[in-house]
Structures are given as structure tokens and as C-alpha cells.
Nanobody, 120 residues
Framework: QVLVVESGGGLVQAGGSLRLSCAAS????????MGWFRQAPGKEREFVGY???????YYSDSVKGRFTISRDEPKNTLYLQMNSLKPEDTAVYYC??????????????WGQGTQVTVSS
């Protein structure tokens, strides 16, 4: 069974920073591309970015230049560093493992999500 567990959400003021973590097994990281998604209230889940083989990353236009995805291999942890946060970044953030890309259907294993709230 593939387990993906997010943590690190919370309340932050606009312009602030927050770092989310995603823990998974080494086998999960070596077998799958790891993606971050988010879902705001009343909206569909949307792609944020992914971390693929060789450390390749890709981001949605809405977060490019503000968010960074990285991985700590010894800790088997993926990070989403979020800077210059805006109220519109408020959402439940999900980590997922799958084939990669920006489509939700390409990811097979999902975490439970962690809430990020950005106050204005």
C-alpha cells in the first residue's frame, strides 16, 4: 500500500511563507512522480506542481516564481515552499504520487490534505 502524508498547513498573513511536507516511502519516490494539488472551497481541485525523476520540477502559472518543490532524500520527504502567499492561495493542499503531469487522473495515491489559510 502506498501511503502519502501531508503536514505543515496553517494560517498565515498575506505576503508570508509556509512550507508543507509530504512523507512517503523511498520506494514511492523512486517509482512515481510526486505532485502537489490544491482545492479551494467551492472550486475544483487544481494542479500546483510536480517533482519528477532527476529532480525535474514543473509549476502552474499561478504559483510559478512563488512556490518551490524540493525533496529531502534521506528523510523521504517532499516539500512545497510557498512564498509571497496571497489570499487566493487559501485551499486544502494535497500531495499525490503517480505518472506525473498536471492531470488529476494521472495520480493514483493521495494524501489526506492539509489546510492552508492566507488572511488579507
Amino acid at each position: 500500500q502506498v501511503l502519502v502524508v501531508e503536514s505543515g498547513g496553517g494560517l498565515v498573513q498575506a505576503g508570508g511563507s509556509l512550507r508543507l511536507s509530504c512523507a512517503a516511502s523511498e520506494r514511492t519516490f523512486s517509482s512515481y512522480t510526486m505532485g502537489w494539488f490544491r482545492q479551494a472551497p467551492g472550486k475544483e481541485r487544481e494542479f500546483v506542481g510536480y517533482y519528477g525523476s532527476g529532480g525535474r520540477t514543473y509549476y502552474s502559472d499561478s504559483v510559478k516564481g512563488r512556490f518551490t518543490i524540493s525533496r529531502d532524500e534521506p528523510k523521504n520527504t517532499l516539500y512545497l515552499q510557498m512564498n509571497s502567499l496571497k489570499p487566493e492561495d487559501t485551499a486544502v493542499y494535497y500531495c499525490a504520487a503517480g505518472l506525473g503531469g498536471s492531470y488529476i487522473s494521472s495520480y493514483y495515491y493521495w494524501g489526506q490534505g492539509t489546510q492552508v489559510t492566507v488572511s488579507s
